[in-house]
């Protein structure tokens, strides 16, 4: 499975961006999607998540301010920033539970992209 994470940048506070996410591997299927940050010297923290069903969980800090949504067709994630604060710099991670085709949703398996940053900063 690879996950390949795109959108990231330096906006000023108030601006938007938006971050893509796809999802491949061959034999699996992607239940939940969803985007994860990790600012300097904190842990990692969900951001939101969205299941095939399109159903989404959002943090509080980023409710009304960013909207998550899918294509399952193309096993996409997005992730839409608007209202951009300082407190949102970090760098975003995309996260996909894969299920083996043929296999319960139980025998689900974590996987991670490789982080794009998001700079906030006038």
């Known amino acids: 499975v690879q996950l390949q994470a795109s959108g990231g940048g330096l906006v000023q506070p108030g601006g938007s961006l938006r971050l893509s996410c796809a999802a491949s591997g061959s034999g699996f299927s992607f239940n939940a999607l969803g985007w994860y940050r990790q600012a300097p010297g904190k842990q990692r923290d969900l951001v939101a998540t969205?299941?095939?069903?399109?159903?989404?969980n959002v943090a509080d800090s980023v409710k009304g301010r960013f909207t998550i949504s899918r294509d399952n067709a193309k096993n996409t994630v997005y992730l839409q920033m608007n209202g951009l604060k300082p407190e949102d710099t970090a760098v975003y991670y995309c996260h996909a539970a894969a299920v083996p085709i043929g296999l319960h949703s139980s025998y689900s398996y974590d996987y991670w992209g490789q982080g794009t940053q998001v700079t906030v900063s006038s």
């Open positions: 969205i299941s095939r069903g399109g159903s989404t």
